[in-house]
Each structure stands twice: as C-alpha cells, then as structure tokens.
C-alpha cells in the first residue's frame, strides 16, 4: 500500500476505528488463551469495540493468530489487520543465554545471530512485533530485571543493542523470518531508587543523557520500528505522561519515528501514581504525551473518542498515532498478507531445529564466566603429565542437576520438561567413574516467591540429602556442585535484598568442600551475587548465568575442557549488598581511595568493607593465560572537531589516534581474549568518569601466538554532554587504557588540542 492509500484510508475511518487501533489487549478479549505476564486485570468488551482492537498480545500459536487475524479482518469496517506482539527476550523456542549473559560475550554478532534466529522461529508462529531489545542501563544487582539488559555500560549495552535491533528486523522488517524491535523501557527503567521494581528513578540530567540514553539511542539510529515506555517516574512524571520524555527527548532529539506503546496498563496505573484522577484524565495526559498504543487496558477505547468531541484532545493527535500503527502494518507487508509468515507446518520446520540448538550450544560458552580456577580444578579429565587427570572419580550434585529449568524468567518454550538437564547428558556420556547425589533443596522449606509458595525438601529431607552427598564427596576426586537462583528469584517483581546463594545451598557448599577441597561450584544466576563465602569455600567457579535450551550441554562443554568459557562480566559484582548500586565508571571524587592500602577514614568508601568490585566489570578467566605489550600510541595528539574552541593551534596533531597492544596467548591451549579499551578525560567542564569503555575486541589464539591489536581513537568518542548543556569534547590530557578488564593498569597519554 502507498503512502497516499494509507492516509486516505485514514481519513476514512471513523473516530471509533482510528482509536480501536491505538489499543493492545490479549487474545483472551476473543476467547483464546495467552501468556499473561502483567497484572491480570480482566476486560469486558462489547462485540462492536472487540471487532475495533488493533493489536494483541501474548500469544505465539500460529493457528491461534491465523483464526483471530481472519476473524478481525472480516470483523473490521475497513478490513485492517491486526499486529500480534509477544516477549520473545532471548530466543522463542529455541532459548538462547539470558541477556546479561549475552553482555558478557562482548559479541554483538554472536548476538545478532540468536536474534535473528529468535525471529524466524517467532515470525513462522505468527508474531509481528518483539518487546525486545530491553536496553535500559542496569547498575544496582538487586534488581530483578537485570537478567534482560546486557549490562552496566553504556558502549557495551549499544552495541549489543544495536546488534539486537539488526537481527530482529534485518534490512527489511517485512522479509519472511523477520519481527519488528521495540526498544524498551524509555527511559531509565534500570535505576530504581533501592533496586525497587516499579519504583522511582532519580538521575541527574547529565547522568540521564551521558549514559542511560546511549543504548536507546543506538537502537533508534538501528531503525527500530517501535519504542515502549517505562513504568518509572523520571523528574516526578510517569514516563507514560511524561511530554518531555517522549515527544520532546525521544522524537525530537533523538529521532525516533516509529510506534510508542506503553508497558503493561501503565497507562491506568497513571492514576495510582495520583498524576491522573481517573481513566479519562489517564487517557488524555498519555495520549498528549505521545503514547500510540495502550497496552492492556481500555482508557482510550473508553475516553478518547469522547474527549476528541469535547475538544479536550485535537483528533490530530489521535491521526499521528494512527499514522505510525498503520504505516507499521504496511511495512510488515500485512495488508497484502495478514498472516505473514504464520504457518503452523513451517512452525514444525524451525522451531528448536538442529541448527539453531547448534547455535545454542556453540553460543552459551561465550557467555559464561570463570571467576576463579585454583590449581587448576578446570576444565575436569585434564591429563597434567603425571597420569593424575585420568581415571578420576566425579561427583556431580546441587539442585540444578535435575533441573529443566535451564533458561530465563522471561522465556516460554512450550515444551520446557523437553529441555535436557545435566544428569541426562553427562549419563549420555556412560561414564561409570560419575557420581550423582541431590545433594539438597533449591530453596528453604515453605520459601515464597512472588506470591506462590514453592514446595521443596523439608528440613528433615535436606538434611538426608546433603549427607548423602557428603558420603559420596568424600570417595570423589572432585565434586561439581550445581548451584544458583531459583528461576523466581530473578526477573520482573523479582527485586531483592539478598544477593546470596540460597541457604540450604551454602550448607551443602560448606559440608561438601569440608570434605573435599576439590570442590566446584557452577552457578546459574539471573544478577551478580555476593560470591566471598562462595569462593573461600570452592576451588573453581563457573558462572553460567541462565544458558537456556542448550545449556546443559554447553556447560559439559566447558566442564570438560571441549570448549572454553570466554565470557567477562559486563556487570560488577559486590563484595556486599551495601555496595549497591555498583559501577566501574565511578567518580573519583573528592576524597579518593587509590588503593586497599589507603587510610579508610574520611576516604570515599565504606570503614567495614572494601570501597571496590568483588569482581570488576570485564573480568573473567579462561583455560590459558595471556600477556599485554604496553601500550603504543601512533601519535600525542589528537585534533578536536573545534580548534578554536579550544584555543590552541591544533597543527601537527592527527585526525585520529591509533592506540595498539601486543596479546600474547603464553598458556598451553587455544584460547580467546576480550581486549578493552577504556578512556578517561582527567578534566572537565563537568566531573568525568575515572574511566570509560570505548572499544573492545574478541581475540582468539594459538599457545605461543602473538597478535597486534590495535582500536582508533577519534574525536568524537571524546564527546560527552558539558556543563553548557551542548554536546561535544572538551581539550585537555587524556589516558587510554588496553588489558584484560576495567581495572587494567596498562596505559598511554594524549592530548586533545
């Protein structure tokens, strides 16, 4: 359809049709089943306005859509077709690592690739839109959502993001395997004052715009065809009244022309904020805001309608969201095909085939994290020389052996009983030198999780089990315990203020390596938790987040050595829960501490606990060691977009910096290093960070390989909101900084001039 059809047919439709198309509801509103993953408030709709609806959510049956789309168009005064959206976060049936697992690849092209994966088996189910990518900066672990955003920098999370957006839509949103992005949650989402899920965000506006709008931004430049708004309050307004947010930020200064939802009855919940008296006002302060799509309540079918006649909101408002919706619809190719790629026996074709389990399998050990490997306990049936790896016997237990539940909170195969656990491919391996053992409950007895109490070993059972398991320790040469979160314990509503193992675990963790000092923990965790007991306890631990549908296999992988874990953590850990909200590119204030030798007292920091990172952002170990040349600079200075801003004669300084390392793999196996590159401004208009990420590289050699690896440096990485409120680099000393993590040593000087 041409633009001209599509504004005449706008100008055709009734009041009624153009705000039936500015409501979200689920296929339950038609009498068919959904995954309902917010407040389930119940809607009672008229036949004429059900016939109005103009999207649905919650639903990735292709026959279900097939009967619904037919229905709806038939039913529609001008025949428009419907748009079913659904979370498909991290894979759809084939389940891919939890996102902040994918931050700790450092690959946007690893990611990019599960991406589009994730929508060719979506788009076969019938769904046109995926509330993903989630790209708000997360840097307090005690929020449960975390678990969906790649992590707590700002580079990192736009370049993921941006890789996210290309593999959902690729050039052509309306290809065949493709859905429509929606970026989420604008804005500021991911800084809840305590870690509160839902609660409010206060963010400087230079904190706001230098860091948490450039993953946001990143996926609008991606081209991503629809946004959906926050349930925070940013400067006191809810984002889905917020005018300033939305039309003035997201469509004026950042460009974004696509289609602006609101999350999950945010707009209802405007009056709770106590901003909107009732549903009307609801309806009228979003609808001014710039909010298109109403998800999940009836606001705007009810209000809008009568507040356009009273005068009370222009219908030019109601025509421009309309706009966006159909123009969304034409893209995704649906008034010439409504059903797109829905097609129940294509559905049996992709979904979970063996192509994308291997790409599950091959991406997973990108993802997790050794954070400690003493002597050596990893990768298990190591031959050393001395014939003391063969033969060993392994004793494998913890909660998570036999466990299905391998995958994120926000993810829904619908055959999850299918997933294999551990027990199942190490039994497939038919070693007789396994040991297995429960070894104790996932939680504590009658623990309650968001509402549901969750059965599991009583104290009496518990207590058999980790007994048990000790017996069997004792006869192993090493343990493997398999440790972590319960799936409720982390995501949406899934706030907490211990960021410990559960209990019952680290009483199994304590006894077994009492008895065994070649204890492993392997850990699946949905945020970074407190790891010090953890670690003075277990010789090695594997940090394997949430791998998904292959990740059973993927851990053996790794485990035994066939692959390494090449992840690093693009997220602090803490030392305590007190630490939160931790992020390495603090400030250094005032007062600053350099070192652990330096006095406490009057220092930034804590008197009861190191000021730093547990484990730092972009840490992490692999099975070979790696050595960094210091670092060289191709030239001292770098010229500023604006010399005569800066004042200096910029002659002889380089239009851009080439800052290299040498990497050499000084271990005995293959393995892969992730090279970053951070900056710091030493001065500013505004205090800088004491360090940024700018530039990362995965590098993978050979033992004994060497390998120049260099990053350009130019002005406009330099940029950065000033106190003048305009955006642009300032002149002054900068270092560069190359190694293996945040905390990196390795640096260089150069000037702006």
């Known amino acids: 359809m041409t633009a001209q059809d599509l504004e005449k047919l706008l100008q055709e439709m009734s009041l009624e049709e153009k705000v039936g198309q500015m409501v979200q509801l689920s296929p339950a509103v038609y009498g068919k089943d959904s995954v309902i993953t917010g407040p389930a408030g119940e809607v009672a709709l008229t036949e004429e306005k059900t016939a109005l609806i103009g999207s649905l959510l919650g639903t990735g049956d292709p026959e279900v859509i097939r009967r619904i789309q037919k229905e709806a168009v038939a039913r529609q005064p001008h025949h428009i077709p419907m748009l079913f959206m659904l979370d498909v976060i991290n894979g759809d049936q084939t389940i891919f690592p939890i996102n902040l697992a994918l931050g700790c690849s450092f690959d946007p092209d690893m990611a990019e690739r599960t991406a589009s994966i994730a929508a060719r088996e979506a788009s076969a189910?019938?769904?046109?839109?995926?509330?993903?990518?989630?790209?708000?900066?997360?840097?307090?672990?005690?929020?449960?959502?975390?678990?969906?955003?790649?992590?707590?920098?700002?580079?990192?999370?736009?370049?993921?993001?941006?890789?996210?957006?290309?593999?959902?839509?690729?050039?052509?949103?309306g290809e065949p395997g493709r859905v429509a992005a929606c970026l989420k949650h604008f804005a500021g989402y991911g800084a809840p004052e305590g870690g509160r899920e839902y609660d409010n965000v206060e963010l400087s506006e230079q904190t706001f715009r230098n860091?948490?709008?450039?993953?946001?931004?990143?996926?609008?430049?991606?081209?991503?065809?629809?946004?959906?708004?926050?349930?925070?309050?940013?400067?006191?307004?809810?984002?889905?009244?917020?005018?300033?947010?939305?039309?003035?930020?997201?469509r004026g200064e950042m460009g974004f022309d696509g289609v602006l939802i609101s999350d999950y009855a945010a707009v209802e919940e405007l009056i709770s904020h106590g901003i909107a008296a009732d549903r009307r006002e609801a309806a009228k302060l979003a609808v001014e805001a710039g909010v298109d799509i109403d998800m999940m309540t009836t606001c705007y079918l009810d209000n809008l309608p009568d507040l356009v006649r009273s005068g009370e909101v222009p219908e030019a408002l109601v025509d421009e969201a309309v706009r966006r919706i159909l123009r969304l619809k034409n893209d995704l190719g649906l008034f010439e095909n409504p059903y797109k790629d829905a097609d129940a026996a294509a559905v049996q074709n992709v979904w979970c085939c063996d192509a994308f389990r291997k790409e599950a399998r091959a991406s997973a050990p990108e993802t997790f994290v050794l954070l400690k490997n003493k002597e050596n306990l990893l990768p298990l049936d190591v031959d050393t020389g001395d014939g003391s790896g063969g033969g060993e016997k392994i004793l494998f237990a913890g909660p998570y052996l036999d466990s299905h539940a391998l995958y994120?909170?926000?993810?829904?195969?619908?055959?999850?009983?299918?997933?294999?656990?551990?027990?199942?491919?190490?039994?497939?391996?038919?070693?007789?030198?396994?040991?297995?053992?429960?070894?104790?409950?996932?939680?504590?007895?009658?623990?309650?999780?968001?509402?549901?109490?969750?059965?599991?070993?009583?104290?009496?059972?518990?207590?058999?089990?980790?007994?048990?398991?000790?017996?069997?320790?004792?006869?192993?040469d090493r343990v493997v315990l398999f440790l972590g979160e319960h799936i409720r314990q982390t995501g949406e509503g899934a706030s907490r203020t211990s960021l410990r193992l559960p209990e019952p675990q680290m009483e199994l963790l304590r006894r077994v390596s009492a008895v065994n000092r070649n204890t492993i923990a392997v850990l699946f965790t949905g945020r970074p938790l407190v790891l010090r007991e953890v670690e003075q306890l277990a010789g090695a631990v594997l940090c394997v987040w949430r791998p998904g549908t292959e990740g059973a296999q993927a851990i053996l992988d790794v485990l035994f050595g066939e692959t390494e874990p090449s992840g690093r953590l693009s997220m602090s850990f803490p030392r305590a829960e007190g630490q939160e909200p931790l992020y390495y590119s603090r400030f250094q204030g005032g007062r600053p501490r350099f070192s652990a030798s330096d006095p406490k007292a009057y220092r930034i920091g804590y008197i009861d606990e190191d000021y730093w990172a547990y484990h730092a952002f972009g840490a992490g170990e692999g099975y070979t060691r790696f050595s960094y040349s210091p670092v060289s600079l191709s030239a001292a200075k770098?010229?500023?977009?604006?010399?005569?801003?800066?004042?200096?004669?910029?002659?002889?300084?380089?239009?851009?910096?080439?800052?290299?390392?040498?990497?050499?793999?000084?271990?005995?196996?293959?393995?892969?290093?992730?090279?970053?590159?951070?900056?710091?401004?030493?001065?500013?208009?505004?205090?800088?960070?004491?360090?940024?990420?700018?530039?990362?590289?995965?590098?993978?050699?050979?033992?004994?390989?060497?390998?120049?690896?260099?990053?350009?440096?130019?002005?406009?990485?330099?940029?950065?909101?000033?106190?003048?409120?305009?955006?642009?680099?300032?002149?002054?000393?900068f270092d560069v900084y190359i190694g293996h993590d945040s905390t990196t040593d390795n640096s260089a000087a150069f000037a702006l001039v």
């Open 638 to 733: 770098l010229c500023g977009a604006d010399p005569d801003r800066a004042g200096t004669d910029a002659s002889g300084a380089a239009a851009q910096i080439t800052a290299a390392v040498t990497l050499t793999n000084t271990g005995r196996r293959r393995g892969t290093e992730i090279v970053q590159m951070y900056l710091r401004d030493r001065t500013g208009s505004v205090v800088r960070p004491v360090r940024e990420l700018k530039g990362f590289r995965r590098v993978t050699l050979d033992p004994g390989e060497s390998r120049e690896i260099p990053f350009v440096i130019a002005e406009p990485m330099l940029r950065f909101i000033r106190l003048d409120g305009t955006f642009g680099s300032e002149p002054g000393l």
């Open 125 to 173: 189910a019938g769904v046109h839109v995926t509330f993903a990518p989630m790209l708000d900066l997360v840097r307090d672990a005690r929020w449960g959502r975390v678990m969906e955003s790649p992590g707590e920098d700002p580079t990192l999370n736009a370049r993921i993001g941006e890789a996210l957006v290309h593999g959902f839509q690729g050039e052509n949103v």
């Open 211 to 250: 860091d948490y709008l450039t993953a946001y931004q990143a996926a609008v430049d991606a081209g991503c065809r629809m946004a959906m708004t926050s349930f925070n309050t940013l400067n006191r307004v809810p984002s889905s009244a917020n005018r300033v947010l939305c039309r003035q930020i997201l």
């Open 408 to 476: 994120g909170s926000w993810s829904f195969p619908n055959h999850p009983e299918e997933i294999p656990t551990l027990r199942e491919r190490l039994e497939q391996r038919g070693d007789g030198r396994f040991l297995y053992a429960r070894g104790c409950g996932m939680l504590p007895d009658k623990t309650v999780l968001t509402d549901h109490p969750l059965s599991d070993l009583t104290p009496a059972q518990n207590v058999e089990a980790v007994d048990a398991a000790c017996r069997l320790a004792a006869e192993a």
